[in-house]
């Protein structure tokens, strides 16, 4: 059974950058195939994709949001963490971990993360 | 990016109805359509893949069709566990989009 966790700050200031960790189970980042990513929803509002890494280190990021992103994989420690800069209170979302096998949408969910910027 | 349009926003229907929810890709992206289920204050859940195959124990009342541009999703039979918020998503492109989702309301 795969599991996978959202950790992080649950408030930060405009301008600040957001840190965020999944930490999974289940499956390995140094099996082929294997992809986790991040996709964030804004309180009632669609499903936004940000950003995906899978085993082979190849990246994916959001067109509109590319510039703020980085995501980058600890397979030691089957942890993936997203970085975003310059946060705005826009950027208020739930934050989900998801895995993905390569070539498929993401089956596996986490429990998400509520982020909220604030001054 | 790829845009996914969803309709309706909003559906209202009764217990046993059979309900469709269309999805249209603003390019072609061959069957590589996903399917959500979403109920308040829970993660998404993946119904369908690849426009029409059925995950792993997903109820057969929920089926998928569609490739190119349109799709849709019907659900023959709703039960009262079906009322929930539906996404589309591509995963054609390097950069993924959902649909702005269609809510199933009871009436």
């Known amino acids: 059974q795969i599991t996978l966790k959202e950790s992080g700050p649950t408030l930060v200031k405009p301008t600040q950058t957001l840190t965020l960790t999944c930490t999974f189970s289940?499956?390995?980042?140094?099996?082929?195939?294997?992809?986790v990513g991040w996709i964030r929803q804004p309180p009632g509002k669609a499903l936004q994709f940000l950003a995906l890494?899978?085993?082979?280190?190849?990246?994916r990021y959001s067109s509109s949001l590319e510039s703020r992103l980085t995501i980058t994989k600890d397979t030691s420690k089957n942890q993936v963490v997203l970085t975003m800069t310059n946060m705005d209170p826009v950027d208020t979302a739930t934050y989900f971990c998801?895995?993905?096998?390569?070539?498929?949408?993401?089956?596996?969910w986490g429990q998400g993360i509520l982020v909220t910027v604030s001054s | 990016d790829i845009q996914m349009t969803q309709s309706p926003s909003t559906l209202s229907a009764f217990v046993g109805d059979r309900v469709t929810i269309t999805c249209r890709a603003s390019q072609y992206i061959t069957n590589w359509l996903g399917w959500y289920q979403q109920k308040p204050g829970k993660a998404p859940k993946l119904l369908i893949y690849?426009?029409?195959t059925l995950e792993s124990g997903v109820p057969s009342r929920f089926s998928g069709s569609g490739s190119g541009t349109e799709f849709t999703l019907t659900i023959s039979n709703l039960l009262p566990e079906d009322f929930a918020t539906y996404y589309c998503?591509?995963?054609?492109?390097?950069?993924?989009?959902f649909g702005q989702g269609t809510k199933v309301e009871i009436k």
């Open positions: 998801v895995y993905s096998n390569y070539g498929d949408p993401p089956g596996f």
């Open positions: 690849r426009a029409s």
């Open positions: 890494i899978y085993w082979n280190d190849d990246e």
């Open positions: 289940g499956v390995s980042l140094s099996t082929s195939g294997v992809g």
């Open positions: 998503q591509q995963y054609n492109s390097y950069s993924w989009t």
